[in-house]
């Protein structure tokens, strides 16, 4: 097993490819421990590389109303009035705590992607 830190795409891909071969391995083999730690690597690079940034939340909220098959009439009890549910849509209104406590425990939307991105 000769296992080298990932420092660019090159040696990504020549994990992957390893990894690819040892899937059947079994586990608390030398194989086993040669998948684990590779997997391990290529997920540090990975992150590192592509990370993954929380969605603005106005996006979290209109794709949740799609998988809901929501209307924005459907927010009234989570956002208020018809006119802020439209304030807070159109991103002339944040939302307020008792907002995001609202949408997060009735419909689900996970806090991180309602409270915004990391500055």
């Not at 969605?55 to 018809?82: C, H, Y």
């Not at 307020?96 to 406590?101: D, V």
Request: proline share 6%.
């Amino acid at each position: 097993m000769k296992i080298r830190p990932i420092r660019n795409s090159n040696d990504h891909e020549s994990a992957l490819k390893r990894i690819q071969a040892l899937m059947s391995a079994k586990p608390g083999t030398g194989d086993g421990d040669e998948l684990d730690v590779l997997a391990t690597l290529v997920d540090a690079y990975e992150a590192k590389q592509f990370p993954i940034e929380t969605p603005d939340p106005i996006e979290a909220i209109r794709f949740r109303m799609e998988q809901m098959g929501m209307e924005r009439k459907d927010l009234e009890p989570f956002i208020g009035s018809r006119a802020r549910v439209s304030e807070v849509l159109n991103k002339r209104r944040g939302l307020s705590l008792k907002m995001i406590r609202a949408l997060h425990e009735e419909l689900n939307i996970p806090l991180e992607a309602l409270i915004g991105r990391k500055t």
